[in-house]
């Protein structure tokens, strides 16, 4: 049986959830309101300030949907309750993002400054000029974000410049030596 998917969802007080026809959920928090529709295969109960996750029967299928859907219920809930946020960071010689309003604008070392709009119900704010943090309640459009943000400039292995995460490490290599 999925461990993860026997697991109860846990939901906190000041938060609300409802599962209406096909499975389609909605989490309302302090921090937002988030709906989906999930695999309706699976069961949904609430019962006693928890969300549990039942299968109908042990197929493959049926057991892989079970943990991603109690994963997803539980994603839900943690975003409307604390949030998810990634942090980005910018090196190199030059290299420098800038805030107008809802629009970030990254210096990479092209030929022009590379603008990027804060999706709705995302917000990136910038410490300093080379640390960017992608705020938001929804855990997948917080990545996304995040992950088209790094692809402007990913990392190089050889002296490191571009965007990473500040969580990422990167392999370095050795650059050429000279004729002896």
């Known amino acids: 049986m999925s461990r993860i998917g026997r697991m109860p969802v846990v939901v906190p007080a000041g938060v609300t959830v ?14 937002g309101t988030l709906s989906r529709t999930l695999p309706v295969e699976m069961t949904l109960t609430q019962e006693a300030g ?15 949907l079970h943990g991603l859907t109690r994963t997803l219920v539980n994603n839900m809930v943690v975003g409307v309750t604390s949030g998810y946020e990634k942090v980005l960071e910018i090196n190199g010689v030059g290299y420098r993002a800038q805030k107008q309003g809802k629009k970030l604008i990254l210096s990479l070392g092209y030929s022009h400054p590379v603008e990027m709009t804060d999706p709705e119900g995302l917000e ?3 410490e300093g000029q080379n640390k960017i943090t992608i705020k938001g309640i ?3 459009k917080v990545g996304q974000y995040a ?30 030596t000279g004729k002896k």
Do not use: C, F, W
């Not at 409802?18 to 921090?31: F, R, S």
């Open 124 to 126: 990136s704010v910038l």
């Open 18 to 31: 409802d599962i209406a026809e096909g499975n389609a959920l909605t989490v309302k928090g302090p921090k």
């Open 147 to 176: 992950a088209d943000i790094r692809d402007k400039r990913p990392p190089e292995p050889y002296k490191g410049k571009g965007i990473k995460y500040a969580t990422e490490t990167i392999r370095r290599k050795v650059g050429k």
């Open 50 to 64: 928890q969300i549990l996750v039942t299968r109908p029967n042990d197929l493959k299928k049926m057991k892989s």
């Open 138 to 140: 929804d855990k997948e």
